[in-house]
């Protein structure tokens, strides 16, 4: 069965730090990958996405990931974390190729950035 | 353009009672996708709906269900409410199937007393 693994649950960083979070998938076919943000008392927001081509990829706010396959990892980073960065972070996977939008979420990582 | 639309925001329930939770999607957009959100189980996928029919759905019992009208709206319902109910139901809207991303609603926080 497909899964998601974020390895960091709960990171605190100072403004201006920088950030990866970790994310690995469990699945032998193609895959398409995400990384959504929910702000506090938001909804969930695309950060980026990755479905074929350049395995660096970058998204809104200064984010990049890269899609390293052999490794089934979709790291997400940020050079210098800013307060407003402050949110939970989810990591998702679904079939490329599919005829499926499901989506195979992560269990989210909650960043907390001081100011 | 205006998002992903969900109503009621907020519901309390008794357990045994039924809910019904609604969904417009972004207009245009043909599929639909319900997740459960919860501390514990984190998102999960409920179902999927394109064009009126469920193309998809996850690991939930028979008593979580859901529709598509002709106009891409969709509803879900739980029938039978227990304690364990309790979450934030979201829903997502893309255009397509496939390779294509999804939009989230603001979800609606259901509270199973």
């Known amino acids: 069965a497909q899964s998601v693994s974020q390895h960091n649950h709960h990171v605190i960083l100072s403004e201006a730090a920088s950030l990866e979070l970790g994310c690995n998938y469990s699945?032998?076919?193609?895959?398409?990958l995400f990384w959504y943000v929910q702000y506090p008392g938001q909804h969930l927001q695309l950060l980026l996405k990755y479905f074929s081509g350049d395995p660096l990829v970058k998204g809104i706010k200064g984010f990049e990931a890269e899609f390293i396959k052999s490794k089934f990892s979709f790291n997400l980073r940020k050079p210098s974390v800013q307060w407003s960065d402050t949110a939970e972070y989810f990591c998702?996977?679904?079939?490329?190729?599919?005829?499926?939008?499901?989506?195979?979420f992560g269990t989210g990582t909650l960043l907390a950035v001081q100011p | 353009k205006a998002g992903v639309t969900q109503t009621p925001r907020y519901l309390i329930k008794t357990r045994g009672q039924q809910v019904t939770l609604s969904c417009s999607p972004i207009s245009g957009h043909r599929s639909v996708s319900w997740y459960q959100q919860t501390p514990g189980q984190g998102l999960q996928f409920l179902f999927e709906y394109f064009s009126e029919t469920q193309r998809n759905k996850g690991n939930f019992p028979g008593r979580f269900s859901g529709r598509q009208f002709s106009n891409s709206r969709s509803e879900m319902n739980v029938s039978t409410l227990e304690l364990g109910d309790s979450a934030l139901y979201l829903c997502?809207?893309?255009?397509?199937?496939?390779?294509?991303?999804?939009?989230f609603g603001a979800g609606t926080r259901l509270s199973v007393l």
């Open positions: 699945y032998g076919g193609t895959v398409n």
């Open positions: 997502a809207s893309s255009a397509e199937m496939g390779k294509d991303i999804q939009y």
């Open positions: 998702a996977v679904n079939k490329n190729g599919g005829a499926t939008n499901k989506l195979i």
